[in-house]
């Protein structure tokens, strides 16, 4: 307590500062998991050409 009857700062517990490295870690994991999943899954499916009917279907809508 300071001379005034309130809590004293030095004697008010701080706060301590988040690990992040501990957070990101699994977050990096699974970002990493994730993606080589769905590249796995769809990579062959991006490599195709678009379908000339929805060629036509953009261009029509890019006249607008």
């Not at 004697?11 to 970002?31: G, S």
């Not at 993606?35 to 009917?53: F, I, N, S």
């Amino acid at each position: 307590m300071d001379d005034q009857g309130g809590p004293d700062d030095k004697a008010m517990p701080t706060e301590r500062p988040v690990r992040r490295e501990r957070r990101a870690k699994p977050e990096a994991a699974f970002d990493l998991w994730l993606e080589r999943g769905l590249r796995a899954m769809y990579d062959g499916v991006a490599q195709e050409p678009v379908p000339e009917a929805l060629r036509r279907l953009i261009e029509a809508d890019r006249k607008k």
